[in-house]
């Protein structure tokens, strides 16, 4: 492991809605989307992914359909429900509105407080 940073607790739901937001994907497609839109700063399990897609297709958050992988292979697809949507655009704004609070306490010199 290098400089990669560890994935908060809740945070991979997120991650998960956010990549497959930028258009259909099969499993490993969304661990590949994720390393690239996060620069490769955060690595996902394979063993954390899978629980995790099927919670967001049970949720309703995710649909699924079986599909041709660039590969030729039978692979389940995910795209966004309505309410993945919604889940995206809800989580997204919590996200920016905890990074910002998280970044002025950090940023706090004594002579500001």
């Known amino acids: 492991m290098g ?3 560890q994935l908060l607790p809740g945070t991979l739901d997120l991650l998960i ?11 490993y497609g969304v661990l590949l989307r994720i390393a690239q ?20 297709v049970r949720q309703g958050l995710l ?13 389940k697809f995910y795209e966004l429900t309505a309410g993945g949507r919604k889940r995206l655009v809800e989580e997204t704004s919590d996200w920016k509105k905890l990074a910002a609070a998280m970044s002025a306490a950090l940023a706090a010199r004594p002579e500001e407080v």
Request: glycine share 8%; no cysteine; proline share 4%.
């Open 17 to 27: 809605l956010k990549a497959v937001s930028l258009g259909p994907l099969h499993g």
């Open 63 to 75: 649909k699924s359909t079986w599909g041709t992988s660039e590969n030729n292979r039978k692979a």
């Open 3 to 5: 400089d990669q940073a």
């Open 37 to 56: 839109i996060t620069a490769d700063a955060l690595l996902v399990e394979q063993g954390a992914l899978y629980p995790a897609l099927f919670r967001l």
